[in-house]
């Protein structure tokens, strides 16, 4: 669904601090290849498409919704995709997402976390790609150039939309690659980071963005992580149910819930002046959804 829903949320504590609030419906965007996911990945599968590759690599951990995302895309698209896989133990675990990515016909190789932090050294790379036959390579996340242009375009249909530029957009930050697309069309971001000791991104993002002399400015919060990533406790569970039967959206617990809990935790400590117009991006990732 091209462009997605733009939904207004109300509430006594929206309208007492006395701000618009927004949600911009990524996560209708597809079944499978939903929210940011598909933006990121649009121009990277395009290319790929255009030099006549047939297999994909990419990286990610048990709940990637990256990788859940490009074993879809890819399988559909007629791709043979790989997927490097953050933890040697996981090879015995069945998540949701690597099962589903193995429905998709997605060869997962699982490397210890010692090597998987060495997936952006270009020595690295190269050894993966001899060691796979030369792959179309896709970064952790689909974080690219290619990336932030999908992303950007999100940001022009919410001008469009709206018929102005928010003052924020709020987004989840797992990599850094969707706040990075939206700065990239200069417009601010909010990013709450899903990773615990998440300030790294800052630079992540900031390296992003070399080249690009409009763009807009960042804040980075860290506080709303729940212990770090695809970590979550009861409070964040009561949340998104409480989300869900305030607005009929659904949330998930490792990107969105963490990311709405510390918006409307700013929006009732009077974070925002009033008049601030935010638009709050459902990323999807709902496959790796808790039920209550």
């Known amino acids: 669904m091209m462009p997605t829903p733009l939904q207004e949320l109300s509430g006594k504590f929206i309208e007492e601090a006395g701000i618009k609030l ?34 994909l690599l990419t990286f990610g951990g048990a709940y990637s919704n990256h990788l859940y995302a490009t074993a879809a895309a890819g399988n559909a698209l007629g791709f043979k995709t790989i997927g490097i896989v953050r933890g040697e133990e996981l090879a015995e675990k069945e998540t949701s997402t690597l099962k589903f990515c193995r429905e998709q016909h997605m060869l997962l190789h699982f490397v210890s976390r010692q090597e998987y932090r060495r997936r952006h050294s270009e020595e690295y790379l190269m050894r993966i790609s001899e060691q796979f036959n030369f792959p179309f390579i896709i970064p952790e996340g689909g974080t690219s150039d290619l990336a932030l242009k999908g992303v950007g375009e ?5 001008r469009s939309q709206l018929e102005i530029t928010p003052h924020y957009f709020a987004v989840a930050a797992g990599t850094g690659g969707t706040a990075a697309g939206i700065l990239s069309a200069n417009a601010d971001v909010l990013a709450f980071s899903a990773l615990k000791g998440g300030d790294f991104l800052e630079k992540e993002i900031n390296e992003l963005l070399i080249g690009y002399e409009n763009k807009g400015k960042l804040k980075l919060l860290t506080d709303y992580h729940f212990g770090g990533y695809a970590k979550w406790n009861a409070e964040l569970i009561d949340f998104i149910n409480r989300f869900k039967d305030d607005y009929g959206i659904q949330l998930e617990q490792v990107y969105t819930g963490k990311m709405f809990f510390g918006l409307f935790e700013l929006i009732r400590n009077g974070y925002f002046a009033k008049g601030t117009v935010i638009v709050a991006v459902h990323t999807g990732g709902l496959q790796g959804l808790l039920i209550r």
Do not use: C, Q
Request: glycine residues 2%; proline residues 3%; charged residues 35%.
């Open 22 to 55: 927004f949600i911009k419906r990524d996560d209708l965007i597809h079944p499978t290849v939903s929210g940011n996911k598909w933006r990121k990945l649009k121009y990277s599968l395009l290319k790929a498409k255009a030099e006549n590759e047939t297999v």
């Open 154 to 158: 999100m940001v022009t249909e919410v």
